[in-house]
């Protein structure tokens, strides 16, 4: 069945970095378009980034343009989230996502930004 495992999220000062990783399986991977979200305490669950199958096409939330960065590696099955810059305001749960039709999703990491 369709798994994907969200790992990289920890505790980072303003202004640091981090990289988040999402193991996919179960399907074919160089398929589908894949997504990070994220949900902070008391909000929805919002876009991030989007990247398309090939790696070649991204989209980005205004909220995390020029900071943040997707990237896939469809031989490795994975897709990162590069995180620049990070603002207390970036703390959620992230969550790996796979497109439609099988919009499934992860279990999430928690990123946390705090001095």
């Given at each position: 069945?369709?798994?994907?495992?969200?790992?990289?999220?920890?505790?980072?000062?303003?202004?640091?970095?981090?990289?988040?990783?999402c193991a996919a399986?179960?399907?074919?991977?160089?398929?589908?378009?894949?997504?990070?979200?994220?949900?902070?305490?008391?909000?929805?669950?919002?876009?991030?980034?989007?990247?398309?199958?090939?790696?070649?096409?991204?989209?980005?939330?205004d909220a995390v343009?020029?900071?943040?960065?997707?990237?896939?590696?469809?031989?490795?099955?994975?897709?990162?989230?590069?995180?620049?810059?990070?603002?207390?305001?970036?703390?959620?749960?992230?969550?790996?996502?796979?497109?439609?039709?099988?919009?499934?999703?992860?279990?999430?990491?928690?990123?946390?930004?705090?001095?």
């Amino acid at each position: 069945q369709v798994q994907l495992v969200e790992s990289g999220g920890g505790l980072v000062q303003p202004g640091g970095s981090l990289r988040l990783s999402c193991a996919a399986s179960g399907f074919i991977f160089s398929r589908y378009y894949m997504n990070w979200y994220r949900q902070a305490p008391g909000k929805q669950r919002e876009l991030v980034a989007t990247v398309s199958s090939g790696g070649l096409t991204t989209y980005y939330a205004d909220a995390v343009k020029g900071r943040f960065t997707i990237s896939r590696d469809n031989a490795k099955k994975t897709v990162y989230l590069q995180m620049n810059r990070l603002k207390p305001e970036d703390t959620a749960v992230y969550y790996c996502n796979v497109a439609r039709p099988l919009d499934a999703w992860g279990q999430g990491t928690q990123v946390t930004v705090s001095s």
